[in-house]
């Protein structure tokens, strides 16, 4: 059993200062173009005729936001993709590209074939992700309990838990649920053990009587299971940071999904055309490779993760998010300015700043210039690069005073700059009378 001595879960605050360490790169600049092309060919699509009740549900759902939660989106891209694979096995092609009659149909059946075949490859990706992550989570929470008979009832506790749900689905697929329904089934069997996480934290439900017995379970991990998933807690943050690109490719693999679907329910009537075939297969293409990518980041962010930490390191960094502190970029090549307004002469203004170093140390020029109300500049602090700094600059005229922090001089290096800055006031003595 792992100590915990000394630990509180992970904040939001720690989360942050942990994810600004690894950063995501943007996704590729296709999926945004080739999500629009698709989306224009469903709606060339829909001009006639009418859509069905099932494709209108795909369209209305197409037009929202995905969900704000990252694990529910894994489930939907799950969902979508296998959705995707179904329409792309050939038994249920439309009966005239089934033929293969014409020369362009050989050609499209081959390249459907090497569609379903990527689709295929990212779904395995995305579920055995998924089965890591939740392996990983259970298995860290497990080395910080009693490793007793205690231990042991919770393992079996959730074995049968899993074998119930298995159960349930199994059930739903021999009789006849779609593709859809049993993801809405997975999907609420996944809320339960989000529930039952809760549960274990504050000793309810099904967990009330066993945790009686389990004497000896760190409250900080009960704290853990309780406060994960708050609606504003640590996942906030991981929703806040990796949320937006998992998002663009859920709504990616979603509108594909429903051209296929269009598509077919039409071919008789208008076949695909070489150029459609063309931006399904480039989209199909960006969307694997970029998950899959996605899937690789963020489970090295997950495997490193920590659950808890020192509670001086929770302490530092909820203070330090509530000291009035900002953060700023400055990229390569530009400055960074503060505009601070003086009401009288002998104020003092006060600067504190630092830079938020990588492996490498890096600096950054300041200087504090005086503004005229004509616009006329004068130079009251001289430039100097620091790596950080902490002063102040006593004022002999009232006005404008801008704070300067220069990066020009960088080619490729942006700076983060964590700064304070304050305008204190003369300070008059009180008089008094006789």
């Not at 469903?42 to 936001?65: C, F, K, M, W, Y």
């Not at 993709?81 to 362009?104: G, R």
């Not at 983060?416 to 009378?433: E, G, M």
Request: aromatic letters at 10%.
């Amino acid at each position: 059993m792992a100590s915990t001595e000394g630990l509180v879960p992970i904040t939001r605050a720690f989360l942050a200062s942990y994810y600004d360490k690894h950063p995501f790169s943007p996704l590729s600049a296709d999926v945004a173009r080739l999500s629009s092309e698709i989306r224009s060919m469903v709606n060339d699509l829909l001009n006639h005729p009418p859509p069905t009740q099932g494709e209108s549900d795909l369209i209305n759902e197409a037009d929202r936001q995905p969900p704000h939660k990252i694990d529910e989106n894994m489930w939907k891209n799950r969902e979508y993709i296998e959705e995707a694979i179904f329409l792309l096995e050939s038994s249920n092609w439309p009966e005239v590209l089934k033929q293969q009659s014409a020369p362009d149909s050989v050609e499209f059946a081959i390249t459907l074939g090497q569609l379903k075949d990527k689709l295929h490859n990212t779904l395995k990706a995305l579920e055995s992700f998924q089965i890591k992550n939740a392996e990983h989570v259970f298995n860290t929470v497990m080395t910080y309990l009693p490793q007793d008979f205690r231990g042991t009832l919770l393992r079996q506790q959730r074995e049968r838990s899993e074998r119930n749900k298995q159960a349930e689905v199994d059930t739903l697929v021999n009789s006849g649920g779609s593709i859809r329904d049993r993801y809405a089934l997975l999907w609420k069997q996944q809320m339960d053990r989000r529930r039952q996480l809760a549960q274990l934290g504050s000793a309810t439900g099904v967990y009330k009587t066993l945790v009686k017995y389990l004497v000896g379970v760190p409250q900080v991990l009960l704290d853990f299971t309780r406060q994960i998933n708050d609606d504003n807690g640590p996942m906030e943050e991981q929703r806040h940071r990796y949320g937006p690109p998992l998002y663009s490719l859920t709504s990616m693999i979603l509108s594909i999904r429903l051209f296929l679907s269009l598509s077919w329910a039409q071919y008789d009537a208008k076949k695909l055309k070489r150029e459609q075939i063309a931006v399904l297969e480039q989209a199909v293409d960006v969307y694997t490779m970029e998950l899959q990518r996605f899937l690789i980041f963020i489970s090295e962010v997950f495997a490193n993760a920590p659950f808890f930490i020192s509670a001086e390191v929770a302490g530092a960094l909820e203070a330090r998010k509530n000291d009035d502190y900002k953060e700023i970029n400055v990229p390569a090549g530009k400055t960074y300015e503060v505009l601070l307004s003086v009401d009288a002469v002998n104020s003092y203004i006060a600067w504190d700043f630092s830079l938020v170093q990588g492996k490498i140390n890096m600096d950054i020029g300041f200087s504090l210039e005086f503004v005229s109300p004509t616009g006329e500049k004068t130079l009251m602090l001289p430039y100097r690069r620091y790596e950080s700094d902490q002063g102040n600059f006593c004022t002999l005229m009232a006005g404008s005073y801008k704070l300067i922090w220069d990066n020009t001089y960088s080619t490729f290096f942006k700076k983060v700059v964590r700064y304070k800055i304050d305008c204190i006031p003369p300070v008059t003595d009180s008089v008094q009378s006789d």
